[in-house]
């Protein structure tokens, strides 16, 4: 089929080349120049594991096509994703800025009959006000669907061809027949459904994994009153196929770039309906204490924190992301800097330029190209991300850099056992 995508980020991108290893001739478009230029070289601006190998391929079998004309990426088309940012409002409301200017550069420039998709995580309602501002501008006929994204980045392109179910808004027969062909290799379950249906599984989802993670936190924090192990306490829960092992792992709250902002839109969503939806208040309210909690943690080891030195390892909101939206580490850092503290920071991918330019951190923060490097001089550690590097790291030498053997682990990575042994002043999740 002939696809193009609005929107050439994580999600974007991963559809368009997912789609073209699929067969289809993929157009994406953004309005961020700079971002298709290298695109067309073949250059990512962000790190996503397989992603960019895949990309230089397509572009040389002339399977995808990187544009900032709206007329060429409108044009001809079968479908037409809408791939683009939906960020969180001062107010905890998504900002449909993004999608309503894609509805209107695409109202403008449409043709012919095609399918409007929207694959952006939207609030139930946005399908219909596509709809309308497309309509506005256009006297072709087209149709608009909903078809959220589940995707995990660091894992988003096995994600994307293995997905676990596929979810399609549809209002008529046409648009859901074309989506159905699009997907038709695809052997998992197909949701066909409403419009508002599709856009609120998409929210429900992604709120109750967060609500996943709030309360495991919160068994944690009982755990460590009451002398239990949280791990193993997972460990046992996870088991029954009722609860599941995922997202069960104590640590210092959820991040990244889609849970805090959809969970808040959720909320959102309900108050604009009169409803209160006390549960995910309080999911947020955890979730926003385990960052406090991480600090408080620290002046149990370090004391008071004025001039005091930390090193963070990991900086991106999971591990295998350059992803520094919405991350825990952020938070704490800021935290740890309104305590006087001094920071030390390592991560094996976040660009530290960008980070600088998108965060302006007032205080003092050093980066660092080493993990051991980063250690010296400083007064503790504080794991922030469970990179893998991080797990199999040297507790000898990481005792020998630091200045006092104190270590922070937000993600349980270190076991117990041979912290002990190594002499280190250790404090973790759930676990005394
Ligand atoms: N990142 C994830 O893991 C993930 C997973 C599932 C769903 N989602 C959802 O998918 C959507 C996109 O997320 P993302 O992480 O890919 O965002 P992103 O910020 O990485 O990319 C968005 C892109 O859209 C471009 N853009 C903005 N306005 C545009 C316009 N009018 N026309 C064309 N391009 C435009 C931006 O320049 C940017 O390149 C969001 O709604 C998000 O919640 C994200």
Same mark, same amino acid.
């Given at each position: 089929?002939?696809?193009?995508?609005?929107?050439?980020?994580?999600?974007?991108?991963?559809?368009?080349?997912?789609?073209?290893?699929?067969? #289809?001739?993929?157009?994406?478009?953004?309005?961020?120049?700079?971002?298709?230029?290298?695109?067309?070289? =073949?250059?990512?601006?962000?790190?996503?594991?397989?992603?960019?190998?895949?990309?230089?391929? +397509?572009?040389?079998?002339?399977?995808?096509?990187?544009? $900032?004309?709206?007329?060429?990426?409108?044009?001809?088309?079968?479908?037409?994703?809408?791939?683009?940012?939906?960020?969180?409002?001062?107010?905890?409301?998504?900002?449909?800025?993004?999608?309503?200017?894609?509805?209107?550069?695409?109202?403008?420039?449409?043709?012919?009959?095609? $399918?409007? $998709?929207?694959?952006?995580?939207?609030?139930?309602?946005? =399908?219909?006000?596509?709809? #309308?501002?497309?309509?506005?501008?256009?006297?072709?006929?087209?149709?608009?669907?909903?078809?959220?994204?589940?995707?995990?980045?660091?894992?988003?392109?096995?994600?994307?061809?293995?997905?676990?179910?596929?979810?399609?808004?549809?209002?008529?027969?046409?648009?859901?027949?074309?989506?159905?062909?699009?997907?038709?290799?695809?052997?998992?379950?197909?949701?066909?459904?409403?419009?508002?249906?599709?856009?609120?599984?998409?929210?429900?989802?992604?709120?109750?994994?967060?609500?996943?993670?709030?309360f495991i936190n919160e068994i944690a924090n009982i755990c460590e009153r009451v002398g239990a192990d949280i791990e193993e306490v997972?460990?046992?829960?996870?088991?029954?196929?009722?609860?599941? #092992?995922?997202?069960?792992?104590a =640590?210092?709250?959820?991040?990244?770039?889609?849970?805090?902002?959809?969970?808040?839109?959720?909320?959102?969503?309900?108050?604009? +309906?009169?409803?209160?939806?006390?549960?995910?208040?309080?999911?947020?309210?955890v +979730?926003?204490d385990q960052?406090?909690l991480? $600090?408080e943690k620290?002046?149990r080891?370090?004391?008071?924190?004025?001039?005091?030195?930390?090193?963070?390892? =990991?900086?991106?909101?999971?591990?295998?992301?350059?992803?520094?939206?919405?991350?825990?580490?952020?938070?704490?850092?800021?935290?740890?800097?309104?305590?006087?503290?001094?920071? &030390?920071?390592?991560?094996?991918?976040?660009?530290?330029?960008?980070?600088?330019?998108?965060?302006?951190?007032?205080?003092?923060?050093?980066?660092?190209?080493?993990?051991?490097?980063?250690?010296?001089?400083?007064?503790?550690?504080?794991?922030?991300?469970?990179?893998?590097?991080?797990?199999?790291?040297?507790?000898?030498?990481?005792?020998?850099?630091?200045?006092?053997? &104190?270590?922070?682990?937000?993600?349980?990575?270190?076991?117990?056992?041979?912290?002990?042994?190594?002499?280190? +002043?250790?404090l973790s999740i759930g676990r005394s």
């Amino acid at each position: 089929m002939r696809i193009s995508i609005f929107g050439s980020g994580y999600v974007g991108l991963v559809t368009a080349v997912c789609l073209a290893k699929l067969g #289809n001739e993929v157009i994406c478009y953004d309005i961020d120049r700079e971002k298709i230029d290298k695109l067309q070289k =073949g250059i990512v601006t962000f790190f996503e594991p397989g992603l960019k190998d895949l990309i230089i391929k +397509n572009l040389a079998e002339k399977k995808i096509f990187f544009t $900032v004309d709206p007329l060429f990426a409108v044009r001809d088309r079968d479908i037409i994703f809408i791939a683009v940012g939906t960020p969180q409002k001062k107010s905890g409301e998504a900002d449909l800025s993004y999608v309503k200017n894609a509805a209107n550069e695409i109202g403008k420039n449409l043709k012919n009959y095609t $399918v409007i $998709v929207n694959k952006s995580t939207v609030p139930v309602g946005t =399908g219909l006000l596509v709809e #309308n501002i497309i309509e506005k501008r256009n006297k072709h006929s087209f149709d608009v669907v909903s078809n959220p994204e589940f995707l995990s980045e660091g894992r988003a392109l096995y994600d994307f061809m293995n997905p676990e179910r596929i979810v399609i808004g549809s209002r008529s027969l046409r648009p859901k027949k074309i989506m159905n062909k699009l997907y038709e290799s695809f052997s998992c379950p197909m949701i066909n459904t409403k419009v508002e249906t599709a856009e609120m599984i998409k929210y429900a989802s992604n709120a109750f994994l967060a609500t996943k993670i709030s309360f495991i936190n919160e068994i944690a924090n009982i755990c460590e009153r009451v002398g239990a192990d949280i791990e193993e306490v997972s460990y046992g829960m996870g088991l029954d196929s009722r609860i599941g #092992n995922k997202f069960l792992n104590a =640590g210092v709250g959820y991040g990244g770039s889609c849970f805090p902002k959809d969970v808040k839109a959720l909320n959102n969503i309900a108050a604009v +309906n009169e409803y209160d939806f006390k549960l995910l208040k309080s999911v947020i309210r955890v +979730n926003n204490d385990q960052r406090k909690l991480i $600090v408080e943690k620290a002046e149990r080891l370090l004391g008071d924190l004025k001039e005091k030195k930390v090193c963070v390892w =990991g900086l991106s909101y999971k591990p295998d992301t350059d992803d520094i939206r919405e991350s825990a580490a952020i938070d704490i850092i800021k935290l740890f800097h309104k305590k006087g503290a001094i920071i &030390n920071a390592y991560d094996p991918k976040v660009n530290y330029d960008q980070l600088n330019k998108e965060v302006k951190f007032k205080n003092k923060i050093v980066f660092y190209m080493n993990k051991y490097d980063a250690l010296k001089n400083c007064h503790g550690l504080f794991i922030a991300t469970e990179w893998n590097e991080f797990r199999k790291a040297d507790l000898k030498r990481i005792k020998s850099n630091l200045i006092e053997p &104190n270590v922070i682990d937000g993600r349980n990575i270190f076991e117990i056992k041979s912290v002990n042994k190594h002499g280190f +002043n250790y404090l973790s999740i759930g676990r005394s």
